[in-house]
């Protein structure tokens, strides 16, 4: 099969075929099934406990969270973490016979939206154990053992991570470099190596760990599986595997508490690992599975987790907000009365509700095993993140002066001391974390595009014969003419009683005609531009988008129509209208360029950039380079396959180069 992405072969490995209902993986093809977005109301009773927690959590948070004191001092005390862990904060997700509170994923997210909105810190120091922390891999690939021993520990006392990305390997995960190799013995493994950005490594005490085994190919009772080889000798490849890795092992080492742009509280180690010993028991499932579970896990912190943070933090800005463009008066006229406030306004409006339905309908779709929710969780985790920075920044803009400063220096003033620009410094995490958003939508276009991979195989791969080509051409017109007329026409949506709103009605026929007129446009694309369709960042991302600004209609019409019906608020249509009005105006705009636009020739522009072709741009300045900000005495290391490491040392700016063994 040829790959879409070049250097991505082991990704493409590590992925599997959608397996469960997709409402997405429908839609891409041109025949969206509108009833996988009808899901049955949420049972009463688990919605009454998720908010009577969420009453617990606030009142905990109002008396003993202090968000200004985890903003100056860049730490969350001990008293709130263990407060948390006695209220089983951080064993939401665990079931009850394991000592968690076994909520849904629905009461998860209600949850951490809660508690984004007072501290988003604390939020996500509470969210990364059991999103992407080591309950969710032992509770979805663990043995009972594991699970037993494992996941009463992280329910109620103690704190885990996940350590995946490396200095040199960030969204690339496949090419991690840390190593286990089994001991001669057969009874440990030796890992060597190091990692970074591990999102509360300095005060976990277990971490999941994904390293490279040397193993080799064995089959037994008809299974082939990948076998670690004793000291690595026989390896055939080194194969990705998660770990149940003690923090407390000798040859574990946090070097360095990372500091960022904002997330000031957040415990994030860079930490290596020397000669250190992981029982053969401590494997997480299968050897060579690791980055596929990995994958899967990530999916639970990009359909919950970073949503729900997302929309906890905008929500927190909204009314602040409000208050700024009803009270200030600038040339004897309140911003609300003028209409680039009004606006700026309505489009935070629209967004906010947009998130908040998305995360919604995701979350509810989570709760039912038989969705495969991967495009769909990626969406919501780039939407909200997206949509939260453009959020907060309008926002900012609003306030000024006042958005720029800093809640401390304001309240020296006696101003209140809204923390608008903390927040906008925070959000950038969002788009960051567990996935960037120029990662995920060629991700999310790989999904839409697997099926027609799968049937045009052999007309893409660039080294088939001519011959082969124009039989395959054949055969495809035979398969495709047929699918290709079906885009053509118009297929009457689901006779349910959420179809029947004249809204609704609208919005998902414009939604099921768009999608028909998707499919067509990636089929040409497929045609005119074949395997070079690969490399074509501008024309995948546009599909995501497209795909992303359909769901978003979907989730916000049935959001508005369910409330509406639950007597919540008659005005969520003004919102749902609105961003069915805006989104249709860059839909049919994107899919004309998914066929036509000018991405080349801004390459070419970058790409002579990057050649250096354009000296002038730094002309006039004191010109540096980014290793002139290196400190003297600086060494940095970076693994070269198997020779080991290269060290750089600084000195007087010149940079001296040696082989470590």
């Keep these: ?203 976990a005490s277990v971490v999941t760990l994904i390293a490279r085994v040397p193993s080799k190919r064995e089959t037994r009772h008809g299974q082939t599986a990948w076998v670690p080889v004793r000291e690595g000798k026989g390896a055939e490849r080194q194969v990705h595997t998660a770990f149940i890795l003690e923090m407390n092992s000798e040859g574990v080492t946090v070097q360095q508490r990372c500091q960022f742009e904002g997330c000031r509280g957040i415990e ?46 905008a929500k927190q800005a909204w009314q602040p907000t409000l208050d700024r463009v009803n009270s200030r008066v600038t040339f004897q006229k309140p911003l609300s009365q003028r209409q680039t406030q009004m606006v700026r306004t309505g489009q935070m409006a629209a967004n906010l509700f947009a998130m908040e339905a998305l995360s919604a309908l995701v979350w509810h779709m989570a709760d039912h095993e038989t969705y495969d929710i991967r495009i769909e969780a990626a969406i919501a985790k780039i939407r909200c993140s997206e949509k939260t920075i453009q959020f907060l920044k309008d926002a900012q803009i609003i306030f000024g002066g006042m958005g720029y400063e800093t809640a401390d220096s304001k309240r020296v003033r006696g101003e209140p001391a809204f923390v608008i620009e903390q927040l906008v ?27 027609h991979l799968e049937k045009t195989k052999r007309y893409l791969d660039e080294h088939g014969s001519a011959f082969t080509r124009m039989r395959e051409i054949f055969n495809l017109f035979q398969w495709y003419l047929p699918q290709y007329w079906g885009h053509w026409k118009r297929k009457p949506l689901p006779s349910r009683q959420e179809m029947r709103h004249p809204n609704v009605h609208k919005h998902l026929c414009y939604v099921e005609h768009a999608s028909r007129k998707l499919a067509r446009a990636i089929l040409y694309a497929l045609a005119l531009h074949r395997e070079a369709l690969r490399d074509d960042q501008g024309r995948q991302s546009r599909i995501e988008m497209v795909g992303e600004d359909l769901l978003t209609i979907a989730a916000t019409s049935l959001y508005a129509a369910s409330q509406s019906r639950l007597g919540t608020d008659a005005g969520l249509w003004d919102l749902a209208n609105e961003v069915f009005r805006t989104h249709r105006v860059r839909i049919d705009r994107m899919i004309t360029e998914i066929i036509h636009n000018d991405d080349k020739e801004t390459a070419a522009v970058g790409t002579r950039a990057l050649l250096g072709r354009y000296p002038s741009l730094t002309n006039g300045i004191i010109e540096r380079g980014l290793d002139d900000y290196l400190s003297k005495g600086t060494v940095r290391l970076f693994r070269q396959g198997q020779e080991g490491f290269v060290e750089h040392t600084v000195r007087d700016k010149n940079v001296v180069t040696v082989l470590r063994p």
């Design 268 to 313: 994030n180690a860079h930490m290596t690992f020397s000669d250190v010993r992981i029982p053969v028991e401590n494997v997480i499932g299968e050897v060579g599975k690791g980055l596929k579970y990995a994958f899967s896990i990530l999916n639970v912190g990009r359909a919950i987790s970073v949503p729900a943070i997302c929309v906890g933090m």
């Design 1 to 203: 099969m040829p790959q879409l992405f070049k250097g991505m072969e082991d990704i493409e490995e590590a992925r599997e075929q959608i397996a469960g209902s997709s409402f997405m993986g429908g839609l891409f093809l041109g025949h969206p099934e509108f009833h996988l977005l009808c899901l049955p109301d949420e049972p009463a009773e688990e919605k009454e406990i998720g908010e009577a927690y969420c009453r617990t959590i606030e009142d905990f948070l109002r008396r003993h969270v202090d968000p200004d004191e985890i903003e100056r001092t860049a730490k969350i005390p001990e008293h709130v973490l263990s407060g948390l862990q006695n209220l089983g904060a951080f064993g939401m997700k665990i079931p009850k016979e394991y000592g968690g509170l076994g909520f849904s994923h629905t009461n998860y997210g209600r949850v951490l939206m809660l508690m984004a909105s007072w501290s988003n810190i604390l939020s996500l120091t509470v969210a990364v154990p059991q999103s992407i922390g080591i309950a969710m891999p032992i509770l979805l690939f663990g043995n009972t053992e594991q699970k037993k021993k494992y996941l009463p520990r992280v329910a109620r006392k103690e704190i885990s991570a996940f350590a995946l990305t490396e200095p040199q390997t960030g969204s690339d995960a496949a090419n991690i470099q840390t190593e286990a190799i089994l001991n001669a013995a057969g009874t440990h493994f030796l890992v060597n190596g190091e990692k970074l950005w591990c999102t509360n490594g300095p005060i």
């Design 425 to 451: 410094r925070d959000a950038e995490m969002s788009r960051i974390g567990e996935g960037a958003t120029d990662i995920l939508r060629p991700f999310v276009a790989r999904e839409a595009l697997n099926p």
